[in-house]
């Protein structure tokens, strides 16, 4: 099951008389999508590790009857970092790729909202990163920089000691960095050959 990415057909089941789902998605560490929303886990009494190690799965439609059991489900963490905010969001009037609901979880808030049943059955993804949060400047006098959410690195004229490139404020980052950009066409042919990506003209 660790090669399985989505699951179709599920919500059809009828799971209301089900009381043992203990380790159902348990190893499925390549699944991104789950549709339980016809689901009713009102009468479960073990959901222990249901998701254990499900630590891919981004989007996952919930019904208004689905609880979360209360010992060890292991709902998986969003990621927390240049593209993500650790949180999951509600889609409410939006789509998957632009969510617009106004509720954003941990995986644990989350867990606990469905199971105080404060919150109604729909579609939660990943809550992504929308501005840039990484800024700076480099070296004397200063090349102003900043790299954004979408990985692209943007680095306004400015000096770069290009012998201590390595020890740029961004290097660390260095796996986000999908594009590059810069105004002086020298200092953007260095950056591309000093990192991977594609360069905007």
Do not use: H
Request: glycine share 8%; charged share 20%.
């Amino acid at each position: 099951m660790s090669n399985v990415t989505t699951i179709e057909g599920l919500y059809y089941f009828d799971i209301s008389n089900v009381t043992d789902m203990a380790f159902m998605f348990m190893g499925a560490s390549s699944l991104t999508t789950l549709d339980l929303s016809g689901w009713s886990t009102t009468t479960a009494t073990q959901m222990n590790w249901m998701f254990l190690n499900a630590n891919s799965l981004r989007q996952i439609t919930l019904g208004e009857n689905f609880r979360f059991g209360t010992i060890a489900v292991e709902f998986p963490d969003v990621p927390n970092d240049f593209y993500y905010t650790g949180r999951w969001q509600n889609v409410g009037n939006g789509t998957i790729d632009n969510p617009r609901g106004v509720f954003t979880f941990t995986s644990e808030q989350l867990t606990s909202e469905f199971n105080a049943n404060t919150v109604a059955g729909e579609t939660w993804v990943w809550q992504k990163n929308t501005v840039g949060f990484v800024s700076g400047t480099v070296g004397v006098g200063g090349a102003p920089w900043r790299l954004y959410s979408d990985g692209t690195l943007m680095v306004d004229e400015g000096f770069i000691n290009w012998d201590r490139a390595l020890d740029a404020p961004w290097d660390e980052q260095r796996d986000y960095i999908k594009k590059l950009f810069s105004p002086d066409r020298l200092q953007r042919e260095s950056l591309c050959e000093t990192y991977l990506g594609d360069c905007r003209i």
